[in-house]
């Protein structure tokens, strides 16, 4: 067997101005795409440490919903810190964990018709996936798990074994198993019928097709390129999952907690899913938090079946149900991120009139939006010229070909509106100038 040979140079202050790479793993990502020190941060707002400030159209991939270190938030969690409330809990009995459970149920779930018990699985949501898949499989007694194309679930074995990039699948360094991709909606352009392939093989006893346990999707495919799911394909999926008595497994976890408008990405398709993961914004704050959520027939868990160390993690209780309280109350967050949503989709329409639909494409839902360029490289130069004005942005999409948005759902229109003309200026620097 040959080793691989790894370089053994010595990073130079001059190579590592910022004193990270001599020490960190090459694994890094992010801090390629943004090479500066970040500081400090409010709001939609983040200040490097020379004082430079960005523009924040990240948020935490999608786990700041509420902004930067939001007040009322921080507060909360100060109090909560400086009174010497349990932090670390396991699966201990608190009196935060006990208050976040009753303000989810009286704000979310009663309201919405949904008595699906609550799993506390990790920390992250790759927690959250690998608890559904697992739950799944005990239920039902089988393995087979449909995915379906461009999904992104996770880096765990489990949910990258039901995600599409070839990339990260590629990083296992084993096979990934009892999982079966099937197209995800408009795989095919619309010259396919809904379900007709996945269809055909649960029907035909020769197709090979194990008999799945579930079926796992997102709404809206953040890392797979703000792939937006047609509400009545999201409709045939859950009624061809009940009809096969196959489980369905909704990831809601970047696009939950109001990305989409609704606090459930799913509530404008008026299905229910069997299980919910969430993460993300759950806590609110940015704190470590997931939950696993099952109609409560599912609930067949055996005492430590499944568990983890920080699964319990206190501090995030308290600002999960502050938020909830704060902005899940009544409507006033639902209808500014439409709105806002909104505004976003017109902008990026006028984009794509003036520089054609064979060069770029709007995608998305509420504030997930997406920009689908004609390749990773042009997508990364526009969010390398963005983040040169001051605005941050990452890629997604297989090629990364897609410049994708998820602003805090708090941000100001005064924001939003500054944020959207760097965008515009960030294009006009890399696409070439539209003929008359």
């Known amino acids: 067997m040959t080793t691989p040979t790894v370089p053994t140079t010595e990073a130079s ?3 590592d101005p910022l004193g990270f790479t001599a020490l960190e793993s090459e694994v890094r990502s992010y801090s390629r795409s943004w090479p500066v020190v970040f500081d400090r941060a409010s709001g939609a707002t983040v200040h490097a440490e020379d ?4 523009l924040d159209f990240f948020a935490g991939a999608g786990t700041l919903n509420y902004g930067h270190n ?7 969690l100060l109090d909560y810190l400086t009174d010497d409330r349990m932090v670390h809990t396991l699966d201990m009995f608190t009196s935060a964990r006990r208050e976040f459970l009753e303000t989810f149920n009286e704000v979310i779930l009663e309201p919405r018709g949904l008595d ?6 990790g920390p992250g949501g790759a927690n959250a996936v690998e608890a559904a898949l ?3 499989r005990k239920v039902t007694g089988r393995e087979s798990v449909i995915n379906f194309t461009n999904a992104f679930h996770g880096m765990t074995l489990g949910a990258l074994s039901v995600t599409g990039n070839s990339m990260k699948r590629g990083g296992a360094g084993i096979p990934l198993v009892h999982a079966t991709p099937m197209p995800y909606d408009d795989y095919f352009d619309g010259d ?6 996945l269809e055909r093989l649960l029907e035909d006893s020769g197709s090979g097709l194990n008999a799945p346990a579930a079926v796992i999707v997102e709404t809206v495919q953040g890392e797979g390129g703000i792939n937006a799911a047609r509400a009545e394909w999201l409709r045939g999926l859950a009624d061809l999952c009940k009809r096969h008595d196959i489980l369905l497994i909704l990831d809601d976890i970047q696009m939950g907690c109001g990305r989409t408008g609704k606090f459930f990405s799913f509530e404008e398709a008026g299905i229910v899913p069997d299980i919910i993961c969430l993460s993300k914004s759950i806590s609110g704050y940015g704190l470590p938090m997931a939950l696993t959520l099952v109609r409560p027939e599912l609930d067949i868990w055996e005492p430590g079946e499944h568990n983890g ?13 502050e938020a909830l309280r704060t902005y899940w109350s009544d409507d006033t967050l639902e209808n500014s991120t439409i709105d806002k949503g909104a505004l976003v989709e017109a902008h990026f329409n006028s984009l794509v009139a003036r520089y054609g639909d064979d060069v770029l494409v709007a995608k998305g839902r509420g504030l997930a939006r997406g920009l689908q360029t004609p390749d990773g490289e042009t997508a990364s130069r526009i969010c390398d010229e963005a983040f ?3 605005l941050l942005m990452e890629t997604s999409g297989p090629d990364g070909e897609v410049v994708k948005l998820l602003p805090p759902l708090t941000i100001t229109y005064d924001e939003l509106q500054r944020g959207l003309r760097i965008i515009s200026e960030s294009v006009a620097a890399v696409l070439p100038a539209p003929t008359a």
């Not at 004082?51 to 960005?54: A, I, P, Q, S």
């Not at 699906?116 to 699985?121: E, G, Q, R, S, T």
Request: net charge positive; proline share 9%.
């Open 192 to 197: 396919v019928p809904d379900f007709v392939y």
């Open 13 to 15: 202050a001059a190579d």
């Open 388 to 390: 040169s004005r001051g």
């Open 134 to 136: 697992k739950l799944a």
């Open 51 to 54: 004082g430079t400030e960005y």
């Open 116 to 121: 699906h018990k609550v799993v506390f699985p």
């Open 309 to 321: 160390t920080f699964r319990g993690f206190a501090p995030a209780f308290a600002t999960a149900a």
């Open 70 to 76: 939001n007040p009322l938030l921080k507060q909360v």
